[in-house]
């Protein structure tokens, strides 16, 4: 875990509602996909807390790393975030957490689903390039309550040059970007009709998206891995305000995890769905 200062290179909106944020690190890093950082401008002493951001897409330089985000525009943090300027400095902390275990999947263990909700895709993006270029094929179900038909989802255009665009079923709720409907409904069809089955799932989205691939990955005995969401104090393992119920497998009994630093990436079926807050994503 290191603490820096970063260097703004760029932060342009993308999409509706998203911001890309580049950064140059004077630094080496080699984040894991699904690891995070917390940032915050440099220059701002509200908010307090920094903010979690998964890195999106990262470049080590002979000088030090590139890092790219992706993020929504929620509140204050993000808000001032977007004020952020070239040139300006953003205080960096990370890498942080445990990320996708994917170390055990080759080409001939089978196809991988990736499954994103909104701002879940970021989360997805490092290991999509990871899989692809260790041989894995990969396929990417993508949903969004709803979209302008004309703009694409920020980071897709990425996953489809990455990927190729039979390799991308996209939804929304209305209708108005891709397939209507939600995004587990061709991910389940998908299951149902596949010759084979996919020998992992990873996913990052809304808890009822999330809760929804639980019973997926259990119907159709697909492991799943899942990126959680908590609101973050510290993200290092101090303030506790990230904790999240999971059930031991074997005594079936509930405790708490950090997810800043036992996830944010967890195994589907640990997860103690029924007591974790229905906005836990
Ligand atoms: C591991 C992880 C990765 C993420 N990756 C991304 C990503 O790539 N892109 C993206 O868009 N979003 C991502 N998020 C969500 C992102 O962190 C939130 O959208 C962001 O924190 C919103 O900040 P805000 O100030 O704009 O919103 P607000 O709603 O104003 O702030 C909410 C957040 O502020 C913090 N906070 C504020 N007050 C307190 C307090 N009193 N005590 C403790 N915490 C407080 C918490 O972190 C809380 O989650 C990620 C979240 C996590 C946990
Ligand atoms: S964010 Fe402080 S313990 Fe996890």
């Not at 080496?28 to 979690?52: N, T």
């Not at 990436?265 to 906005?279: G, K, N, T, Y």
Request: one cysteine or more; aromatic letters at 8%; charged letters at 25%.
């Amino acid at each position: 875990m290191i603490e820096t200062r970063a260097t703004v290179v760029s932060n342009d909106p993308e999409g509706q509602n998203y911001w890309r944020l580049r950064l140059s690190l004077k630094i080496p890093l080699r984040p894991q996909p699904g690891q995070f950082a917390m940032l915050r401008p440099s220059d701002q002493i509200e908010p307090i807390l920094r903010r979690a951001f998964v890195f999106y897409r990262v470049k080590e330089r002979d000088t030090g790393t590139d890092c790219e985000f992706i993020y929504k525009i929620v509140g204050r943090g993000t808000q001032q975030l977007r004020r952020a300027r070239p040139g300006d400095t953003i205080d960096f902390l990370g890498p942080l957490g445990r990320g996708f275990h994917f170390e055990t999947l080759t080409p001939s263990t089978g196809e991988v689903y990736l499954v994103s909700g909104g701002v879940g895709l970021p989360a997805l993006y490092m290991l999509a390039e990871e899989l692809s270029l260790r041989g894995i094929h990969v396929k990417l179900f993508h949903g969004e309550a709803t979209a302008r038909p004309e703009m694409e989802p920020a980071g897709l255009s990425d996953f489809t040059l990455l990927l190729g665009r039979e390799a991308i079923v996209c939804t929304t709720e209305d209708g108005s970007f891709g397939r209507r409907g939600l995004v587990t409904e061709p991910l389940e069809e998908e299951l149902r009709q596949g010759a084979t089955c996919p020998a992992r799932i990873f996913a990052c989205g809304p808890s009822a998206m999330l809760r929804e691939i639980t019973r997926l990955s259990r119907e159709f005995r697909v492991p799943a891995e899942i990126s959680v969401e908590a609101a973050m104090g510290c993200g290092f393992g101090v303030c506790l305000g990230c904790v999240v119920p999971v059930r031991d497998c074997t005594t079936h009994r509930v405790t708490f995890k950090r997810v800043c630093i036992e996830g944010p990436v967890f195994s589907a079926d640990e997860l103690a769905w029924e007591d974790l807050p229905a906005s836990a994503s």
